[in-house]
T-cell receptor, first 113, second 112 residues
Framework: SQQGEEDPQALSIQEGENATMNCSYK?????LQWYRQNSGRGLVHLIL?????REKHSGRLRVTLDTSKKSSSLLITASRAADTASYFC?????????????FGKGTLLTVNP | SQTIHQWPATLVQPVGSPLSLECTVE??????LYWYRQAAGRGLQLLFY??????ISSEVPQNLSASRPQDRQFILSSKKLLLSDSGFYLC???????????FGPGTRLTVT
């Protein structure tokens, strides 16, 4: 079953603008991860944030986590055409199997040059 | 460095035919291995995962099966394909901590 729900389902912006994607989930988590998928390719891990963390940065990526609202956001600053891809959040749920991730349906980001 | 391979890259099979997709990982030992299916425009559905040789956990009852004959080899099979088995199949691995998973390039399966 789907745990994370990304919002919006699709986002189109101009190069240089910032892109923000949101993820909501339903159960308690150990960590939340964001992945990127270029069309027709496998997923690439971007960043992991633990349940006791509120914000994390990696290059042009900024992830926030609000466990009280069961939500996370991914901000991509100064977007580039190469950032065009689908972005998925995935949660490792606490109290469940330590081995599994539950993925959302993704946000399709299009960055126009 | 670690590498994950999947083959074939694309496959077109008639309804009722058998299926065998293979995934191998290099550069790591005793990885957790995963099979996912992704329908068009959708998220990933976990099908099977394995924490060791011969250990398979099934997440979704269906006409697919998985096997792990060797430490770094994971196989997805079916005896008779259905139209609904069409999709993009992804293999992934994880080596304990950290928790992130690493994905292969995927196999596009079309059942006709």
């Amino acid at each position: 079953s789907q745990q994370g729900e990304e919002d919006p389902q699709a986002l189109s912006i101009q190069e240089g603008e910032n892109a923000t994607m949101n993820c909501s989930y339903k159960t308690s988590i150990n960590n939340l991860q964001w992945y990127r998928q270029n069309s027709g390719r496998g997923l690439v891990h971007l960043i992991l944030i633990r349940s006791n963390e509120r914000e994390k940065h990696s290059g042009r990526l900024r992830v926030t986590l609000d466990t009280s609202k069961k939500s996370s956001s991914l901000l991509i600053t100064a977007s580039r055409a190469a950032d065009t891809a689908s972005y998925f959040c995935a949660t490792q749920n606490s109290g469940g199997s330590n081995y599994k991730l539950t993925f959302g349906k993704g946000t399709l980001l299009t960055v126009n040059p | 460095s670690q590498t994950i391979h999947q083959w074939p890259a694309t496959l077109v099979q008639p309804v009722g035919s058998p299926l065998s997709l293979e995934c191998t990982v290099e550069g790591t030992s005793n990885p957790n291995l995963y099979w996912y299916r992704q329908a068009a425009g959708r998220g990933l559905q976990l099908l099977f995962y394995s924490v060791g040789i011969g250990q398979i956990s099934s997440e979704v009852p269906q006409n697919l099966s998985a096997s792990r004959p060797q430490d770094r080899q994971f196989i997805l099979s079916s005896k008779k394909l259905l139209l609904s088995d069409s999709g993009f199949y992804l293999c992934a691995w994880r080596a304990g901590l950290p928790f992130e998973q690493y994905f292969g390039p995927g196999t596009r399966l079309t059942v006709t």
